[in-house]
């Protein structure tokens, strides 16, 4: 078997806006595709006062979406007929578009796809041909968006067998076992919709009545973060996820609610979740949870904490009103053989914090993951050390960026072979970029040692630049990473233009003034190296905390190499570079290269302020002299390492005085 379509799924609608067929190419008989729809709502209040969480000019959107299983290898032809405004279509543009190709035969789409792929065809250029962008600022291009993505999926292996002994089903409208509450090694959820624990009927209203909160957390005395209690009003608890069992959602299963790993894992009780598998092309949805306001209490999709060999496969994961899939593995020695594994999931999300994928520990490569979310994709560190992710697609409809760089990294990291085919703002004034550090300290959190790699930047109109890397990194390479075009954000707004100018600099992103309300290259690139605080700048001056040693090498924007646009007067206002930046390497020599970190501590420093000497102890207790500059002390071990490893010598040797 070669293609396997669900054409039903019981007790949900199919989408209002498009339908579906699948064949393999070369045959004759279609099979018809079930097609599913999320909705991103107006923007509202609860009746308790917090906002919904979606975006004002996102009303009404909808993303569809078919999802089936192919061989590999084998090419196949999907119908995309539309069902609104005349149902004729007159242009299909698949993205990525070296996925797929597609054409238009008696007002439907025909889209030719080569084995397991993830893309999204607009339809009559409503994002292709629209900036959908800044839409507070550009009315002109409002309106609704009706999206179709296809989700062909690998032929799942090891699919459980429903009749088995060790195999637990249960039917849609039934309660499900959790905890305890079942003896065989697999959870098996038939075809339909699922409640996977008690929802509040109120939550399934967008404006409720008074009272009805529909959270996943409470918050204790101390503000921490907790399980809400039993009978709490509005209380959405979750699904809790063993360990050693497997959870299998079918591609025509649909569950209502959130996951968790059951318990907390900590150092003292040393609790985790391990050897536990969610498997099959079904779709776990958030749209019955409500946001509110802070996210401190807001449902999650997945969060899993202590993992070791967990994997998750193939889920859809959809409309969640807090971050999507938090997943922490260990990162401890005795986990360093039990990896978890990730691939083949999607996620669409149009809230507020629906941020995509945050994963921490130990992982094997993560591949083939689609992100549509209105928040940030993904993160990249954060101690998942020495990972690889390939083959992702990213794409923001109204805020977040697609790569967050976090606030560690264990090891070495690399993104290769990946999408970002959407990067858009509804309001571009805190805007990010596509590799985005936003004012994190490498000095103590190490984030250093990322590679990019291939990496195609396609939307027509980016809101936001390729890079904000601001704060403190090191070590990071960008090889054949193109964009194709500039941030489309080119002119102030009158009253923010205004205040730029005189009050708040920063909101002009670092341009002179001399630029006036212009913005030549939209928003620009900035590289700035320095300390930082609650993600602003606190001090430019302390060598300390730079960027240092980033590689580009075939790294373009909008056709122009970036040694180009930061060194050729023509492209002045695409870079901004300023505070502690140090050895930037690019396909060749700059014309006035940045000065370099010193190779040796014996060198001279960067000034004459750089003569303060000082006496610490090392990790092993041994005491060394460190030249260090005027006013900055350094108080641990830990310290010395990362500051003689930027020297690019051994940790300096020396009894100090006693």
Request: contains cysteine; aromatic residues 12%; negative net charge.
């Amino acid at each position: 078997m070669s293609l396997i379509v669900f054409g039903n799924v019981t007790g949900l609608e199919p989408s209002p806006k498009f339908a579906c067929r699948v064949r393999e190419s070369g045959t004759a008989i279609w099979s018809d595709a079930f097609v599913f729809s999320s909705v991103s709502h107006p923007s509202a209040n609860h009746g308790g006062g917090d906002p919904n969480g979606y975006f004002d000019h996102n009303a009404n959107w909808t993303a569809s979406w078919v999802s089936f299983e192919v061989a590999e290898s084998v090419s196949f032809e999907v119908e995309v007929e539309k069902l609104y405004d005349g149902g004729t279509i007159s242009l299909a543009i698949p993205r990525p578009a070296h996925r797929a190709a597609a054409s238009i035969t008696d007002g439907k789409a025909y889209v030719t796809i080569i084995g397991p792929q993830q893309i999204n065809v607009d339809i009559d250029g409503q994002l292709e041909l629209r900036n959908t962008g800044i839409m507070h600022i550009y009315e002109e291009n409002r309106g609704e968006v009706h999206t179709i993505s296809i989700f062909a999926n690998p032929m799942l292996i090891n699919r459980p067998d429903p009749s088995d002994a060790d195999v637990r089903t249960v039917a849609p409208g039934e309660p499900v076992p959790g905890p305890g509450e079942f003896s065989e090694s697999t959870l098996y959820f038939l075809p339909g919709v699922h409640n996977l624990t008690h929802i509040p009927e109120c939550c399934a209203t967008l404006v409720p009545a008074d009272g009805c909160t529909c959270v996943g957390y409470c918050v204790n005395a101390n503000y921490q973060q907790v399980m809400c209690a039993e009978g709490t009003a509005g209380y959405v608890p979750p699904y809790l996820l063993q360990s050693g069992k497997r959870y299998y959602v079918p591609g025509d299963a649909w569950l209502n609610g959130w996951m968790r790993s059951q318990g907390d894992w900590n150092a003292e009780t040393g609790f985790s979740i391990s050897h536990t598998d969610i498997l099959g092309y079904g779709t776990l949805s958030g749209s019955m949870m409500h946001w509110k306001q802070g996210d401190e209490t807001s449902c999650r999709g997945i969060h899993m904490v202590g993992m070791d060999n967990v994997s998750i496969v193939g889920l859809t994961v959809v409309d969640h009103p807090n971050h999507h899939l938090i997943l922490h593995g260990k990162s401890d020695t005795d986990a360093q053989e039990l990896w978890n594994t990730i691939h083949h999931v999607k996620v669409i999300g149009w809230r507020t914090n629906g941020d995509g994928l945050h994963v921490w520990g130990h992982w094997n490569d993560i591949t083939d993951l689609f992100f549509r979310t209105s928040d940030d994709s993904m993160y990249i560190g954060d101690t998942a050390s020495f990972t690889t992710w390939r083959r992702i697609v990213t794409w923001n409809d109204a805020n977040g960026v697609p790569f967050k760089l976090g606030n560690l990294n264990g090891g070495p990291s690399l993104l290769e072979d990946s999408d970002v085919i959407y990067h858009r703002k509804s309001y571009p004034y805190w805007c990010g970029a596509i590799f985005d550090l936003r004012w994190k300290n490498s000095n103590l959190d190490s984030i250093e040692e990322i590679r990019f790699k291939d990496v195609r930047i396609t939307d027509p109109f980016p809101t936001c630049p390729m890079f904000n890397v601001v704060g403190s990194i090191q070590n990071v390479f960008f090889e054949n990473v193109i964009m194709d075009h500039h941030s489309t954000y080119t002119n102030l707004p009158a009253w923010y233009c205004q205040q730029s100018l005189t009050a708040t600099p920063y909101w002009r992103f670092d341009l002179p003034n001399e630029f006036g309300c212009d913005l030549p290259f939209g928003i620009p690139n900035e590289i700035v190296g320095g300390e930082a605080a609650n993600e602003q700048p606190v001090d430019l001056t302390n060598p300390l905390y730079n960027i240092s040693n980033i590689h580009f090498t075939n790294v373009k924007i909008n056709g122009t190499k970036v040694y180009d646009l930061m060194y050729d007067p023509q492209y002045r206002g695409a870079f901004t570079v300023g505070g502690q930046v140090f050895d930037l390497v690019f396909d060749q020599p700059p014309p006035s290269s940045p000065p370099s970190l010193p190779l040796a501590p014996s060198s001279p420093p960067f000034s004459p302020e750089w003569q303060t000497q000082q006496c610490v102890a090392d990790d092993q207790g041994a005491e060394h002299w460190v030249v260090l500059p005027t006013g900055v002390s350094v108080a641990d071990g830990h310290m010395v390492e990362r500051f003689t490893r930027w020297w690019g010598g051994s940790a300096p040797t020396g009894t100090c005085p006693e």
